[in-house]
């Protein structure tokens, strides 16, 4: 058997930050926020997603 041991800093991840921006709709940080002009807040999954039930875009979209 063998035993390993960890410093604090070997159990701890280092996070970088996401790219892109976040979608108003499922929160996700993603690239191609903005990508259909109808819903310019939201990412192209969230966009498709709006179309496919008929949701009507937003005249004046505001995230606050």
């Not at 310019?40 to 979209?61: H, K, Y």
Request: hydrophobic share 30%; net charge negative; glycine share 8%.
């Amino acid at each position: 058997t063998e035993i390993y041991t960890l410093s604090l800093h070997d159990a701890l991840p280092i996070s970088t930050g996401a790219d892109g921006t976040k979608c108003i709709r499922c929160w996700n940080y993603r690239t191609d926020v903005g990508s259909d002009p109808r819903w310019s807040t939201v990412c192209g999954r969230c966009a498709s997603a709006l179309d496919e039930i008929g949701f009507p875009p937003l005249d004046d979209e505001d995230p606050a």
